[in-house]
């Protein structure tokens, strides 16, 4: 999941799968996290991050209100993994299992697809600040 760029990174995804991006993560005062991808054309509530993406953000931020992540398709140095498990129906996101986490399950809902250009079977990442 700044874990960010809009339209850039759809490029950027694929020209750099060996490479991390990094997308900035925010948590508003009422709890909610969110994605910074200033470029996405629909509304703020698609960018909230949500059932166990949140609870991800939360241990990578430590405490922060702020966090931003590397990510890539490929191992990086110091990087956690997420491994897909089932991509549900359009509009339905993907559902991802933390490897060697506390975390049971993340989903990542269609922003991925904006933000990523789809849901990669592996996602490698990191906070980075």
């Known amino acids: 999941m700044p874990l960010l760029m809009g339209a850039a990174l759809l490029v950027g995804w694929a020209r750099t799968a060996f490479e991390p991006i990094q997308f900035a993560f925010y948590k508003e005062p009422h709890g909610t996290w969110y994605i910074d991808l200033p470029d996405y054309p629909g509304p703020k509530g698609n960018l909230a991050m949500v059932a166990g993406a949140d609870d991800m953000l939360d241990f990578l931020a430590k405490g922060k209100n702020r966090v931003v992540v590397a990510m890539s398709e490929q191992p990086f140095t110091g990087a956690l993994a997420l491994n897909r498990v089932k991509v549900g129906?359009?509009?339905g996101g993907a559902y991802y299992k933390p490897?060697?986490?506390a975390i049971q399950s993340v989903w990542l809902c269609d922003v991925t697809l904006f933000a990523?250009?789809?849901?990669?079977?592996h996602i490698y990442f990191r906070a980075v600040e």
């Open 89 to 91: 129906e359009p509009g």
């Open 116 to 121: 990523l250009g789809k849901f990669p079977e």
């Open 99 to 101: 490897e060697n986490h």
